[in-house]
């Protein structure tokens, strides 16, 4: 056993900031808890993508029920839009799995993920599966439902597709599959080493009434969950809103509910419910053999709970604990032990805390952490143990009532010790799903943390082990105490300046990027496969940063075509791979931080430009700027004060972000003002709106309507309806390999309804088995200039780097021809 290093005891009152903790239970969620632990019974809820979940079914479920209640969303929300900022993709799958995470805290539900990765609107079940690999998903669903073994089984998407997504009717097919194959131990039998078959009683889908869409009918089993719950001060309709609300990079803000609240239900697999949605379950401990002491422990814990003074019922709680601790292993025990140990905790008013200074843990430097304890209601408690991965300590110390205890250690952070990274993108995916190795590791909603310590108390003569994760504690000035993630970080960082390098085949080629220490550093080297790249002997303290720049050769051979190009760097020679840093902040999520390999990417474009100056009017958010400042313009972003103070004929073209009138109300206000700027001989183009709410703005010179049509294949042939129109044509020739290489989509929001005199169409298309459709793009001449409305995805296919997606923008950019470079 090693030694501490540094212990300090202080029995008085320690500063502010040790003595501001995150919210704990109040009396009321003790209660409830306690009377929760005579309920046996589960439900998961199953659909496709994050805000899918019915949340007041989940809050009626976990606060009224008090079923052990899930949700299981086979993705993270990857390929959906984002209200709130640029980010997309995997990112964008990071943000979303902390709003599902923050709704769970809200409606008591708890979460779970497949591997599936959420590429985009899919217009069938079938084009999901072969993207996602229908086997592997249904074995993550397997695994779940065995894990989890929920008594029933609620899916929000029916099979027969009226849930419109294609990942929507792809989750209720996969669910009612699992729900059979979950019982069959010759489905997925490697998952037996770790889980038994389990069958739920019954299977149903969560009817609803979405829009035009009513699949409800009185008919079909229902019942209310529109209850008032005078303990928590709130309807399950009041706390449903609040959990839905986080859901902030959807824009899903809800307004609280109160009243009946009819739910419905269609039996799909199992037998029909007719009188409970438990009916056939039996939900006290008379399940369990042995089990009816429990319950009689748990009523008189119950009966005798005082408000005033839960750790009265501490005595209770541990001999319940030692008499579930002496029953047979099963599901219920281990559900109901875990339970009870968290009540011990909260009635004893026990304070654990442990937390760091700095947000992150360098590999081969050390981290000091600070423990914190606090006996705030003064049971019978002593400190006995402290383990931190291979280090632990013994105590022998009384836990004093109300009194701190507080210490510091410091432990050195190993070169193997992980890196704080999201499991599921520790292999590279594949464009359907994330590559997960790990069979425990499925299902799982979050990191794992970067450290778990195990703390050993004694509590009314019985020994309890608690695991705390140790985070990263400051003091905001305008927020106060806040506990964010702390992250492992390897010696050094390298940060690459842009998600992809655009380049002319004319044009100076560099690879740049920066080294970040990460810790004070006499030497760094970095590798470019087995070639020394940078051997720099100069010392570099913590935080500190060195830019590196060196010309390079495409290395093409006379009449070779190089379209793109990477370069990887390595901490040693073509095996430890450097890592870059991402990170992500949110006021209303954790911090989120990940590392992806170091790696320049470069798009070497076959590109002409006309037209130099774009005012730029952002919307939700996209990194449709950054890529126009790659091509050569001049970049202004405008917002409400700057288009009510700019000549706007300075600018050769003005673009709109993505959605930018749907967020922003001021756009109303510039109509008149637009249009002078295009009848004089501007250049407005707008990128996709999604249909509005009510009486629609005025977007454009002409009338015309957004609606919900888009290309879901990003194979999609492209017929040209006008080859010879400028756009087609100047100054860039666009030919049918301009639409290669696209990702997820063609186009969304489509335009309709629109008078063909005045707009004209380019390009139709269509997805397999649909209507051709004209409305992605649509150009109209007014005046002396132009307008374009377009559904095409250039805030995803600037990004990725796609040739035809620069050269197409370029064109419509250069439809005024107002000044060339």
């Known amino acids: 056993m090693k030694k501490l290093l540094f212990i300090f ?128 998903i249904l074995s993550d669903v397997v695994w779940v439902i065995r894990k989890f073994q929920p008594d029933v089984i609620i899916t929000r998407f029916p099979t027969t ?121 039996d939900l006290t401990w008379k399940r369990v053999k042995g089990g009816e002491i429990i319950g009689k422990m748990v009523d008189s814990l119950s009966s005798s709970f005082d408000l005033l003074h839960p750790e009265k019922s501490v005595t209770g709680l541990v001999r319940l604990y030692k008499t579930l601790n002496s029953m047979p292993d099963g599901y219920w025990k281990t559900q109901k032990l875990n339970e009870t140990r968290q009540l011990i905790e909260q009635c004893s008013g ?52 109300n009194r701190n205890v507080f210490f510091t250690l410091r432990f050195f952070v190993p070169p193997s010790k992980p890196l704080t990274q999201p499991y599921w993108l520790a292999n590279k995916m594949e464009e359907g799903y994330f590559n997960v190795s790990d069979q425990q590791k499925i299902g799982q909603a979050d990191v794992d943390p970067a450290y778990l310590v195990n703390i050993k108390l004694n509590i009314e003569g019985e020994d309890f082990n608690f695991a705390k994760t140790v985070k990263y504690k400051f003091t905001d000035p305008v927020k106060g105490e806040l506990y964010e993630p702390l992250v492992v970080l390897p010696e050094y960082t390298l940060d690459i300046p842009k998600e992809i390098n655009v380049l002319k085949p004319k044009d100076d080629m560099r690879q740049e990027f920066s080294y970040i220490a990460q810790k ?56 430890i791979t450097a890592k870059s840093l991402h990170i992500i902040r949110y006021d209303h999520i954790p911090f989120i931080n990940y590392f992806t390999d170091a790696i320049n990417k470069y798009a070497i474009l076959d590109l002409k430009t006309y037209n130099k100056k774009i005012g730029y ?50 756009m109303s206000k510039y109509y008149d003002k637009l249009m002078k700027y295009i009848n004089d001989g501007g250049n407005f183009i707008v990128q996709y709106d999604r249909p509005f709410n009510g009486a629609p703005p005025k977007i454009g010179p002409y009338k015309f309507d957004i609606v919900n049509r888009r290309i879901t294949d990003e194979k999609a042939d492209v017929i040209f309806l006008k080859p010879d129109h400028p756009v087609m044509n100047f100054p860039n020739k666009i030919t049918q390999e301009d639409f290669k290489g696209w990702i997820q989509e063609r186009s969304i929001y489509h335009a309709s309804n629109f008078d063909k005199t005045n707009f004209e169409t380019i390009f139709s298309m269509h997805d397999p088995g649909e209507n051709s459709d004209d409305g992605s793009l649509i150009i109209a001449k007014y005046g002396k200039g132009y307008f374009t409305y377009t559904g095409l995805v250039f805030f995803r296919e600037l990004p990725a780097g796609v040739p035809g997606a620069y050269r197409l923008l370029a064109n419509i950019i250069a439809l005024n021809k107002k000044k060339a470079f």
């Open 9 to 136: 005891f202080a029995y008085c009152l320690l500063p502010v900031a040790y003595c501001q903790a995150p919210p704990g239970w109040t009396s009321a969620d003790m209660y409830l808890a306690i009377r929760k632990l005579n309920v046996l019974g589960s439900v998961l809820y199953l659909a496709a993508h994050p805000d899918d979940e019915n949340t007041r079914l989940i809050a009626y479920f976990s606060k009224d029920r008090m079923f052990r209640t899930g949700y299981l969303s086979m993705t993270r929300g990857d390929g959906g839009q984002n209200l709130i900022g640029d980010d997309q993709g995997v990112d964008l799958g990071l943000i979303r799995t902390q709003e599902l995470l923050a709704a769970r805290r809200i409606d008591g539900g708890e979460q779970f993920f497949t591997r599936a990765f959420d590429f985009g609107f899919s217009k069938s079940p079938e084009e999901t599966f072969t993207k996602w690999d229908k086997e592997k």
């Open 161 to 281: 597709g009226e849930g419109g997504h294609g990942h929507h009717t792809a989750s209720a097919i996969l669910a009612n599959e699992a729900f059979t194959a979950a019982a069959d131990p010759s489905r997925f039998p490697e998952q037996l080493k770790y889980v038994q078959p389990w069958q739920a009683r019954r299977i149903l889908w969560n009817t609803f009434n979405f829009g035009n869409t009513n699949t409800t009918s009185n008919d079909q089993f229902k019942f209310d969950v529109g209850g008032y719950n005078p303990l928590l001060g709130k309807s399950y309709g009041e706390i449903a809103a609040i959990s839905r609300s986080n859901h902030k990079s959807q824009g899903f803000g809800s307004p609280g509910s109160r009243g009946e609240a009819l739910e419905y239900f269609r039996t799909t697999g199992g037998s029909a419910p007719s009188g409970d949605i438990m009916d056939g379950v």
């Open 350 to 401: 026990l304070f654990m805390d442990v937390t760091t200074n700095e947000q992150y843990a360098v590999q081969t430097d050390s981290v000091r952490m600070n423990f914190v304890f606090n006996n705030r209601l003064g049971v019978n408690a002593s400190l006995l143990k402290v383990s931190v991965d291979a280090f632990d300590s013994s105590f022998n110390q009384t836990l004093s009532r």
């Open 520 to 575: 004070n550093l006499n030497q760094t080297r970095i590798y470019q496969d087995d070639y020394l790249l940078v051997d720099d002997s100069v010392k570099l303290s913590k935080n500190n940063r060195r830019a590196f720049s060196s010309q390079f050769d495409i290395g093409a051979k006379p009449g070779e075509k190089v379209s793109s190009l990477s370069f990887g760097y390595y901490q040693q020679p073509g095996k």
């Open 617 to 666: 009017i952002t919307g939700a958010g996209d990194k449709v700027p950054e890529a126009l400042e790659q091509m050569g313009y001049e970049v202004t972003l405008l917002s409400d004060k700057e288009l009510s103070r700019n000549n706007l004929q300075q600018f050769d073209a003005i673009i709109t972000g993505v959605r930018a009138h749907n967020t922003n109300d001021w």
